[in-house]
T-cell receptor, first 117, second 112 residues
Framework: DTEVTQTPKHLVMGMTNKKSLKCEQH?????MYWYKQKAKKPPELMFV???????INESVPSRFSPECPNSSLLNLHLHALQPEDSALYLC????????????????FGAGSRLTVL | TQLLEQSPQFLSIQEGENLTVYCNSS?????LQWYRQEPGEGPVLLVT?????EVKKLKRLTFQFGDARKDSSLHITAAQPGDTGLYLC????????????FGTGTSLTVIP
C-alpha cells in the first residue's frame, strides 16, 4: 500500500461548527504532516508528528487542533474557523528522520477541500 | 523569506516547446525533490536527487542537482498539455529533522 488516504474530499462548514479531517497511511511511515495550501501557491506547513509525538507546530492558531492516535492515523480538528481558513488541506507522510536521503520523501494524500462560510 | 526560490512563477507555452524551471537557494540541501500537482489533487513525486551534479531523466523530463547542492533545474522537452500543473521543488537540509522546505512554485500551462 503506497497511498495516503484523506477524508472527506470536500467539507463545507460554518464558523461555529466543529468538524474533523482524517488521514491514514499504511506504509509504515513514522512522520506525518498537515499542510495548508491556497490556489497556485506552495503548501504551508502546519504540523509535524514524529513517532506519534508533535514535533513541529508552525504557530498555527488554536482553532486547528491536531491529533495522532497511532502511527497510521492523523486527524485535524477544526473549531470556530474563519472564512480565510478556506483552503486545500493536505496530509503527507515520510519514512523516518534517519531514512536514506533518496527514500526520505513526502507522500501526499489527495487533500480535503475546506470551505468556511 | 522563502528558502527555495523558483522561477518562473508562471509559464504559458505552446505544445511542443521546451522549457526549464529553476529552483535556487543559498543553503545546502541533503536532497531535493520535484513534485507535480494538478488542480484539486495532492502533489505527486516526480524525482528525488541527492548527489551534487546528479542528472536524472524521466521520459521528456530532465532533472539536475547543482554541484554545490544549493539549486536544481527541471527541463521539459516537447511539452504536452498533460504536463500542465503546479511544479514544486522541495528540499531537506542536514540535521533539520523532518522539515521539508518547499519552493515558491511554478504554474505551467501547455496550450494545445
Amino acid at each position: 500500500d503506497t497511498e495516503v488516504t484523506q477524508t472527506p474530499k470536500h467539507l463545507v462548514m460554518g464558523m461555529t461548527n466543529k468538524k474533523s479531517l482524517k488521514c491514514e497511511q499504511h506504509m509504515g511511515h513514522r512522520a506525518m504532516y498537515w499542510y495548508k495550501q491556497k490556489a497556485k501557491k506552495p503548501p504551508e506547513l502546519m504540523f509535524v508528528y514524529s513517532y506519534e509525538k508533535l514535533s513541529i507546530n508552525e504557530s498555527v492558531p488554536s482553532r486547528f487542533s491536531p491529533e495522532c492516535p497511532n502511527s497510521s492515523l492523523l486527524n485535524l480538528h477544526l473549531h470556530a474557523l474563519q472564512p480565510e481558513d478556506s483552503a486545500l488541506y493536505l496530509c503527507a507522510s515520510s519514512p523516518w528522520e534517519g531514512a536514506p536521503s533518496g527514500a526520505n520523501v513526502l507522500t501526499f494524500g489527495a487533500g480535503s477541500r475546506l470551505t468556511v462560510l | 523569506t522563502q528558502l527555495l526560490e523558483q522561477s518562473p512563477q508562471f509559464l504559458s507555452i505552446q505544445e511542443g516547446e521546451n522549457l526549464t524551471v529553476y529552483c535556487n537557494s543559498s543553503s545546502v540541501f541533503s536532497s531535493l525533490q520535484w513534485y507535480r500537482q494538478e488542480p484539486g489533487e495532492g502533489p505527486v513525486l516526480l524525482v528525488t536527487v541527492v548527489t551534487g551534479g546528479e542528472v536524472k531523466k524521466l521520459k521528456r523530463l530532465t532533472f539536475q542537482f547543482g554541484d554545490a547542492r544549493k539549486d536544481s533545474s527541471l527541463h521539459i522537452t516537447a511539452a504536452q498539455p498533460g504536463d500542465t500543473g503546479l511544479y514544486l521543488c522541495a528540499g531537506r537540509r542536514v540535521n533539520t529533522g523532518n522539515q521539508f522546505y518547499f519552493g515558491t512554485g511554478t504554474s505551467l500551462t501547455v496550450i494545445p
